[in-house]
């Protein structure tokens, strides 16, 4: 199983990004982004689960949008009105979580390899 995250840049507070999460060599229950700033525990982001069921955290609710095109294997997270406390490194993630843990970093295997994301104010 492969995921390759890409996207990621320094944008000014208030603008877009679009993150993207190749993957390959397996098909999972759930698709997630997490976040993680240094000396900080990986922070769950949002997830799409058994492909039409989406979770946010709190922090992102209403600003980011997560969604996979299934066909094309890539998982996508659109970022807007991007705040400075949003920025970290961006990490994709899959699994087979049951639904009350999907937002749980330990329970996913299979994880891409970050891309920083840097909003200035």
């Known amino acids: 199983v492969q995921l390759q995250a890409s996207g990621g840049g320094l944008v000014q507070a208030g603008g877009s990004l679009r993150l993207t999460c190749i993957t390959s060599?397996?098909?999972?229950?759930?698709y997630a982004w997490f976040r993680q700033t240094p000396g900080q525990e990986r922070e769950f982001v949002a997830a799409v689960f058994d492909r039409t069921r989406k979770y946010y955290s709190d922090s992102v609710k209403g600003r980011f949008a997560i969604s996979r095109d299934n066909a094309r294997n890539t998982l996508y997270l659109e970022m807007n009105s991007l705040k400075p406390e949003d920025t970290a490194v961006y990490f994709c993630?899959?699994?087979?979580?049951?639904?009350?843990?999907?937002?749980?970093?330990?329970?996913?295997?299979?994880w891409g390899q970050g891309t920083l994301v840097t909003v200035s104010s």
């Open positions: 993630a899959a699994g087979n979580p049951i639904l009350s843990a999907v937002s749980a970093s330990g329970i996913y295997r299979n």
């Open positions: 060599g397996g098909t999972f229950r759930s």
